[in-house]
């Protein structure tokens, strides 16, 4: 996981940044907050089968709660897209639905990376719990303690 920022970022990028680095399977490329001008956006590449990913799409699918706020669900404002061409692999792209405003972009950038956050350490606490258990569910995703940072 890339726990680096790099000192080119949008400030505007870095919660949101980091958050994705968290994720196992996941591995940050290039980022622009949009300044005003298209909708903020972070090119990645992932494991599609990774506890990454699936964490990734349930928190900006809307179907999902959201650990932050006093919210149940997140009206998603993001969406995932593949990121093609003929010269280079297949990436994705996570983007904002709509074009924002320098100051809009911060509140559902640092909303998302908390999200975030707080799942994986949901994650840990169920992958912990379900290990000293010998549960079964979590453990066709392969999920371990140790496949989780919960530095911020």
Known sequence: MNKEVPSNLDKACESLYIALNSLPGIKTKESCCGH???PYRIWFEMDSKSIGAITLA???SGRYY????????LDSEWQIHLDH?????V?????????MTKMDVYEPAEKLA???QKHIKE??????WYKANDGVP???FKLEPQHFSTQT
């Open 85 to 89: 061409g003929d010269t280079y692999p």
């Open 114 to 116: 908390k999200n975030i």
């Open 66 to 73: 959201a650990y932050t706020g006093d919210e149940l669900r």
């Open 36 to 38: 005003g001008k298209c």
């Open 58 to 60: 349930r928190c900006t």
């Open 123 to 128: 994650n840990l606490r169920l992958a912990r």
């Open 138 to 140: 979590y453990r066709k």
């Open 91 to 99: 990436g994705f792209v996570l983007k904002s639905k709509n074009f």
